[in-house]
């Protein structure tokens, strides 16, 4: 072997090293199971299925808080709790997480976990291991989750600001914004599929009703009807921020389904990246096929959720495990 050949060599396993490091860092270390055995004859997971399947039995909203807050904290800075911390000019205080709402029910999560297994859980394994629950109790279909994140310690209004889309991005950026995550366009196709539960304020669609992008008109590609229910709920002379369903199809508003896809395919997508996914030539085919198998998107929605609960996570001897959420140890 020559000299040169061997030193090439050298390089490309010493490169290889440090990828695989890199990638160790990022989710290498998580795994399914990782708390089997650290908590004695207690079972965190159902610990924390047992709490999400009680809240959701008060108030179904759950599910969508749960899955929303998971995006929102994975977002910035990588799934590791950063937007449950409270603070002065914190994730929780930027206007694109105003009415955020799983706050409170992740923090009951703790509470119960810190009972069963005390400081041992992560806040971020625990909104993670929360959102899988609910999706499973909300009709989705059941998917193992990797754990063994670590919380982070910093959270920043500016960062948030930065790194979640708002309603209003157009397609191609929100493509290339999931891209910067590690996620491509299929799944950002079906993580917007989130949008099957929960609702959305006025503030967030309402210059779609009234003035489209400054022309004094509405939205061309909504549909006549939503244009009238959504008009009802937000007039324009109003300051009240009321709410709609995101998912407009009767008697599934709380249901993890592919209705959403059809419905934004009948031009009822709520908000204006609703409707964006449905009409650009770079998604509507994803949507299609989402829109026609129920069962194709459950079996891609879970393992989305995997994915994205990958980015920029915190393990081994990186970030804490805080006692409570909203404050560093």
């Known amino acids: ?27 290498g270390d998580l795994k399914v199971g990782f708390y089997h055995g650290k908590c004695g004859e207690n079972d965190v997971e159902k610990v924390i299925y047992d709490v999400v399947k009680q809240k959701i039995s008060v108030d179904p909203d759950t599910v969508s808080d749960l899955v929303r807050l998971s995006f929102h904290d994975c977002f910035v800075r990588g799934c590791e709790g950063s937007i449950l911390l409270t603070g002065k000019d914190v994730e929780q205080t930027a206007p694109i997480n105003q009415d955020l709402g799983g706050i409170k ?37 059941w998917f193992e989750v990797e754990t063994g994140r670590r919380d982070g310690r910093v959270s920043l209004r500016s960062e948030a600001q930065a790194n979640i889309p708002p309603p209003t991005m157009p397609v191609p950026d929100a493509i290339e914004l999931f891209a910067s995550k590690g996620l491509d366009k299929n799944d950002f196709v079906v993580l917007l599929g989130g949008h099957t539960v929960g609702t959305a304020h006025c503030h967030s669609f309402k210059d779609r009703l009234y003035n489209f992008h400054n022309t004094n008109k509405p939205d061309p590609s909504i549909s006549s009807s939503l244009l009238k229910l959504l008009r009802k709920t937000c007039p324009l002379e109003s300051n009240i921020d009321n709410q709609t369903f995101l998912d ?31 009409s650009s030539h770079i998604t509507k085919g994803l949507v299609k096929k989402l829109a026609y198998s129920h069962s194709h998107f459950l079996d891609q929605f879970g393992p ?7 980015i920029g996570v915190l393990t081994g001897s990186h970030g804490e495990i805080r006692k409570t959420c909203g404050s560093v140890n």
């Open 1 to 27: 072997m020559s000299k040169m050949r061997a030193t090439s060599i050298s390089i490309y396993l010493l490169l290889l090293i440090v990828l695989v490091s890199l990638v160790s860092q990022c989710y």
């Open 105 to 141: 029910a992740v923090n009951d999560l703790k509470t119960a976990v810190e009972k069963a297994c005390p400081g041992v859980v992560s806040c971020a394994d625990t909104l993670v291991i929360g959102a899988r629950a609910a999706i499973s109790l909300a009709g989705g279909k």
């Open 248 to 278: 407009q199809t009767p008697d599934s508003h709380f249901k993890v389904d592919n209705a959403y896809y059809k419905q934004i395919l009948a031009h009822n997508g709520t908000m204006e990246i609703d409707q964006n996914l449905a």
């Open 304 to 310: 989305a959720m995997v994915k994205m609960a990958r």
